[in-house]
């Protein structure tokens, strides 16, 4: 699939809770496959990072994440950051730097325009070690978010020391969020600690105006989700952005 120039990117909006206007995407990686048509990363990045062809993989999208965001730039949509999922391989590995810096370069990307988000678990095993690439990474004016909260090994003195700039809720807490106390009161414990830690929030899978509206209430910063947008090539979500 990457020889044969078969994987593509598409573009899940990211909304202010308050205003419901566009504020950054979330790039997401899908298969072209001849055969089979889109297929799903869950088919096959397991595979990739079994292999060690998520590292190309996830340079390529590190690049495509940058050449759009410095499009849109350019079309005239003011910045619209754009935050790409770091696998764990990714991650740990030592070119990591390298590649960030080469894909800003050579899109001539702001480096604000560019989002890495990180899970909880990736962290974990070596903690000073994932300090210190996270720092090198918010050094170079890229900002740092914790996906999935809440489902990992969370680990509040980790979240004190860490330099992130959002938590994102894992939609798990957001699906029952209206009919489940025990899932708005995670919620509200999330967004509370994020907020006293000066992090914004964003919150993953809204599929409704019920749980939108509960999301304000409880001062959500950010949603994202089915509600909105399901995931877009970027000529649709140009349109999403001017409608």
Not at 17 to 29: F, G, H, V
Not at 54 to 62: C, S, T
Not at 78 to 95: E, T, Y
Not at 203 to 220: F, M, N, R, S
Request: a negative charge; proline letters at 5%; hydrophobic letters at 40%.
């Amino acid at each position: 699939a990457l020889e044969q120039q078969e994987f593509r990117i598409v573009f899940q909006p990211i909304v202010n809770t308050i205003t419901r206007k566009l504020s950054s995407a979330e790039a997401l990686l899908r298969w072209q496959d001849p055969e089979r048509g889109m297929v799903p990363p869950a088919h096959f990045i397991t595979v990739a990072e079994e292999s060690g062809l998520i590292i190309p993989i996830g340079n390529w999208v590190l690049q495509q994440a940058c050449l759009q965001a410095r499009a849109w730039y350019d079309q005239g949509l003011g910045a619209i950051p754009i935050a790409v999922n770091l696998s764990a391989r990714q991650f740990q590995d030592p070119s990591l730097d390298a590649s960030i810096a080469s894909a800003l370069q050579q899109a001539q990307c702001p480096s604000e325009l560019l989002q890495l988000e990180i899970t909880e678990s990736m962290v974990i095993h070596d903690a000073e070690q994932a300090l210190q690439t996270m720092q090198r990474i918010v050094a170079t004016g890229v900002q740092l978010s914790i996906d999935d909260f809440g489902t990992g090994y969370s680990s509040l003195s980790y979240l004190k020391r860490f330099p992130v700039k959002k938590l994102k809720i894992d939609r798990s807490f957001v699906n029952e969020l209206e009919t489940d106390a025990n899932d708005r009161a995670i919620v509200d414990a999330i967004l509370t600690l994020a907020h006293k830690l000066g992090l914004r929030t964003v919150a993953e899978g809204v599929e409704t105006l019920g749980q939108l509206t509960l999301l304000q209430q409880l001062g959500c910063d950010e949603c994202q989700g089915y509600y909105f947008s399901k995931p877009v090539p970027a000529p649709e979500f140009l349109a999403l952005d001017r409608s």
